[in-house]
């Protein structure tokens, strides 16, 4: 079994056709991804949160952040996230005022949204020189993005209001109106290189369906492959699939998710499975279902190479689950190295990674 060396640096993350088109004047050439991406474990357990790249194998924290509450009105509360982002020229995360992020398979670009969420202007950033290289202007508000997995298309799920206000004040939340469906209205795909962004209208999931999603925030997701998206659920199974057009699909044969992830369970040779969260965890051959290896860790979250995995690991004997960090452990659970810091995640303020191929 391979090993990754840990030449760790540790310093002392049925729908109807298109309503509307957007096309600028132009596209954007995107930079090209490193290759070979760099695969070598770079860890920083000394800040909290990091300062420096953490990453392991074919993964890295592209960025992360951290969330407070603002009370807007007597009984209404909204959340905002506060991004920091990789820096390359520095080799660690700068804080960022962008309303929303994701990062590019291969950190070379980040696709941001700025102002209030929802908002409409979706910008590309070149994280080199931390310069939008091009602006979409979009006539429906939009409060997520995600890169598609070949980093050539962006995929912005509008909403009709914020998604992240909440009914109450301090800790004694509910979400407004209680089973209120989703504002969700629908998304855009845009293609980055053409300058073109697609609306498709996709109302969100009924609290009364079955599988159903009774949260105001339904953030949608790419397939592995790129061909065709996915919905979130708060039930099994944890997502539904449509066509790029927003049509009822069946899953897409043979691939298989992290729970709530947009992960693949799957090792990239394709032999074995990550299971569900637990203490300890397990992991399968993908023919047998045979357990080939248990690891005391809570989650896991994705494969470094074909014999490690990122994952979420927790002090000493896991008495307290919510005392926790990013580890990277070994598929027969025998190596385990720390990457980050553990934090105290029912702490207001804890920093969460967002994971991204290198």
């Known amino acids: ?3 990754l060396v840990a030449a760790v ?3 002392v993350t049925g729908q109807s056709a298109p309503e509307m088109t957007v096309r600028p004047a132009d596209g954007v050439t995107l930079p090209a991804r490193p290759s070979p991406a760099p695969t070598d474990v770079r860890a920083d357990t000394e800040n909290n949160p990091p300062a420096k790249l953490v990453a392991a194998g074919r993964m890295a924290v592209s960025a992360y952040y951290t969330t407070t509450r603002e009370q807007i009105a007597e009984d209404r509360q909204r959340l905002w ?3 920091s982002l990789y820096d390359p020229r520095t080799g660690g995360y700068e804080r960022t005022t962008w309303a ?3 990062v590019a398979p291969g950190l070379q670009v980040a696709a941001v949204l700025e102002g209030d969420l929802p908002g409409k202007r979706l910008g590309i950033l070149d994280m080199n020189s931390r310069q939008v290289m091009k602006w ?3 006539e429906h508000p939009v409060a997520a993005v995600s890169w598609s997995p070949d980093g050539t298309r962006v995929l912005a799920t509008a909403y009709s209001e914020n998604p992240d206000v909440v ?7 509910i979400p407004i109106g209680g089973d209120r469906s989703s504002p969700r209205t629908g998304y855009y795909i845009v293609d980055v290189e053409k300058g073109q962004a697609d609306y498709h209208p996709l109302p969100p999931m009924s609290p009364d369906a079955r599988p159903s999603n009774t949260n105001a925030r339904q953030d949608l997701g790419w397939t592995l492959d790129g061909a065709m998206l996915w919905a979130p659920t ?3 199974p944890d997502r539904v699939f449509h066509s790029l057009d927003g049509r009822p699909r069946d899953a897409p044969e ?4 992290v729970d709530y992830s947009r992960e693949s369970a799957v090792s990239p040779n394709g032999r074995l499975v990550l299971g569900p969260d637990g203490l300890p965890t397990t992991i399968t051959d993908r023919e047998t279902g045979e357990i080939v290896g248990r690891q005391n860790v809570l989650q896991l979250h994705a494969w470094a190479d074909d014999d490690n995995v990122l994952a979420l690991g927790c002090v000493g004997s896991c008495e307290n689950e919510f005392n926790n960090g990013l580890v990277l452990v070994s598929v027969d659970g025998t190596r385990m190295t720390q990457l980050a810091a553990n934090r105290d995640t029912n702490k207001d303020g804890t920093w969460r990674w967002v994971l991204t191929a290198r």
Not at 254 to 257: L, M, S
Request: overall charge negative; proline content about 0%; cysteine-free.
């Open 1 to 3: 079994m391979a090993v």
């Open 9 to 11: 640096a540790v310093f």
């Open 81 to 83: 996230r506060i991004w």
């Open 100 to 102: 929303w992020l994701d």
């Open 136 to 138: 979409f202007d979009l």
């Open 167 to 173: 009914q109450g004040k301090g800790d004694d939340v």
């Open 234 to 236: 708060d039930t099994i």
């Open 254 to 257: 043979g691939q298989r998710y």
